[in-house]
């Protein structure tokens, strides 16, 4: 099967700029994640989808990030303006259903570099 | 503070020898814990999953024990190769109040030698 999808690989932007990522999740998978992984860390939950509905968004930067899930499918990730603390890789990562228990498939990410 | 701990420092082991990575954490109450891969550039690939009450699992040179009074997983690498070089992440899951999301440790990077 297709794996995650994600565009562009790389972005590099100004700080206050705006920037969009893209990712398509695994055929069928009813979750998806967008996570943020900073350099020698490990990827911290930005948001989670169940189909196009927001399950959870609590560590979400409401005042410059944002993201939608039309149709259930793919999914945009927004920073909008960007601060030079959001360079970082953005993951995202599907599950087939809604369990907890189950193993995520994530995308090689998109790398952004704030100048 | 509830904190997850990895091997801050890197792992180099020889080739055939087992690797041990280590994942502690504190004042968490996980219900279940997986353990991935991820290569420079790459996503993180799913290794395996252990739920709470589960001490071992094994899938083929990979054996992860879990001890919830140690509050400890622990990720085994048997007879290891230069393939297997790459940075190991274990994530904690079914959080009271956390719903089905992981939280992540910050990683082992485990070098394989000759």
């Known amino acids: 099967e297709a794996g995650v999808a994600q565009s562009p690989r790389y972005k590099i932007i100004e700080k206050r700029q705006s920037v969009a990522f893209w990712c398509n999740p695994i055929?069928?998978?009813?979750?998806l994640y967008w996570y943020q992984q900073i350099l020698g860390q490990g990827p911290k939950l930005l948001i989670q989808f169940q189909n196009n509905g927001v399950v959870d968004d609590s560590q979400l930067p409401k005042d410059r990030f944002s993201a939608e899930r039309l149709k259930g499918v793919d999914s945009t990730l927004k920073i909008q303006p960007a601060k030079l603390e959001d360079s970082a890789v953005y993951l995202c990562?599907?599950?087939?259903?809604?369990?907890?228990?189950?193993?995520?498939?994530f995308g090689d990410g998109t790398r952004l570099s704030i100048l | 503070s509830q904190k997850i701990e990895q091997n801050s420092e890197a792992l180099n082991i020889q080739e055939g020898k087992t690797a041990t990575l280590t994942c502690n954490y504190t004042n968490y109450s996980p219900a279940y814990l997986q353990w991935y891969r991820q290569d420079p550039g790459r996503g993180p690939v799913f290794l395996l999953l252990i739920r709470e009450n589960e001490k071992e699992k094994r899938k083929e040179r990979l054996k992860v024990t879990f001890d919830t009074t140690l509050k400890q997983s622990l990720f085994h690498i048997t007879a290891s190769q230069p393939a297997d070089s790459a940075t190991y992440l274990c994530a904690l899951g079914g959080l009271t109040g956390g719903g089905n999301k992981l939280t992540f440790g910050t990683g082992t990077q485990l070098k394989v030698e000759l």
């Open positions: 990562a599907s599950s087939p259903g809604t369990g907890g228990n189950q193993p995520q498939h």
């Open positions: 055929s069928g998978h009813a979750t």
